[in-house]
């Protein structure tokens, strides 16, 4: 029963998935505000009646898509910030991380930047409005975990001594700003995105390099 449970727990996600980036792909293409359940399903190659298996209303859908890509990046970034290193060493490696990430999950990247809040959406329902308020908190929290850094590497005298908050906003703006240009080439190696995202991150580092 157990291994049973196992298969139709991954066959869910798996679906799930699928519809999740199949979403994103669409929220980045035309906008939520464009885009239907129907706009979805056709991505999928799959009825509407399929997703509604799975999400109740498209702005569910929006807030899985936020949660997946938020996901994502912590875990591709979060390791960076207590690793080995100075606390420019680790800055760099988070800002790579995030860099990189982004390029290779521009659409959900894209759909979290859009922005859309509660005063746009006014009739959220009390769970979603809950739901959204947990997620940007996690994204706040993100923030923070680059703020940390910022002030360690301050103190071991790797990083010159600005303002963490303006500092951590500043990076965090000008690497999410990638998405506004970026679009991967099919088939684009991961190494060419690795290095691209080393680059664009030696240009932001290197005015908060101590001389």
Request: charged content about 25%; overall charge negative.
């Given at each position: 029963m157990t291994e049973t449970f196992g298969v139709d727990a991954a066959?869910?996600?798996?679906?799930?998935?699928?519809?999740?980036d199949a979403a994103a792909d669409v929220f980045q293409r035309q906008g939520f505000n464009r885009t239907?359940?129907?706009?979805?399903?056709?991505?999928i190659g799959a009825t509407k009646g399929r997703v509604y298996y799975y999400f109740r209303s498209k702005f569910d859908i929006y807030l899985a898509v936020y949660e997946r890509?938020?996901?994502?990046?912590?875990?591709?970034?979060?390791?960076?910030?207590?690793?080995?290193?100075?606390g420019r060493d680790r800055?760099?490696?988070?800002?790579?991380?995030h860099a990189e990430n982004l390029m290779t999950n521009l659409s959900y990247h894209n759909s979290i930047h859009q922005g859309i809040h509660r005063q746009t959406t006014p009739a959220l329902k009390e769970r979603q409005a809950q739901q959204?308020?947990?997620?940007?908190?996690?994204?706040?929290?993100?923030?923070?975990?680059?703020?940390?850094?910022?002030?360690?590497?301050?103190e071991d005298g790797s990083l010159r001594d600005e303002d963490p908050q303006l500092t951590a906003?500043?990076?965090?703006?000008?690497?999410?700003?990638?998405?506004?240009?970026f679009r991967a080439r099919p088939g684009q190696?991961?190494?060419e995105l690795r290095d691209l995202a080393a680059r664009i991150t030696?240009?932001?580092?290197?005015?908060?390099?101590t001389r």
């Open positions: 066959a869910h996600e798996a679906a799930r998935t699928m519809i999740l239907t359940i129907d706009d979805i399903a056709d991505g890509g938020m996901r994502l990046v912590r875990e591709a970034v979060e390791p960076h910030a207590s690793g080995p290193g100075s800055l760099t490696a988070m800002c790579e991380a959204l308020s947990e997620l940007n908190g996690i994204r706040d929290d993100y923030e923070v975990m680059f703020r940390h850094v910022v002030i360690e590497g301050v906003r500043m990076l965090l703006s000008s690497l999410n700003s990638i998405d506004a240009w190696p991961a190494d030696r240009m932001l580092i290197s005015g908060l390099e």
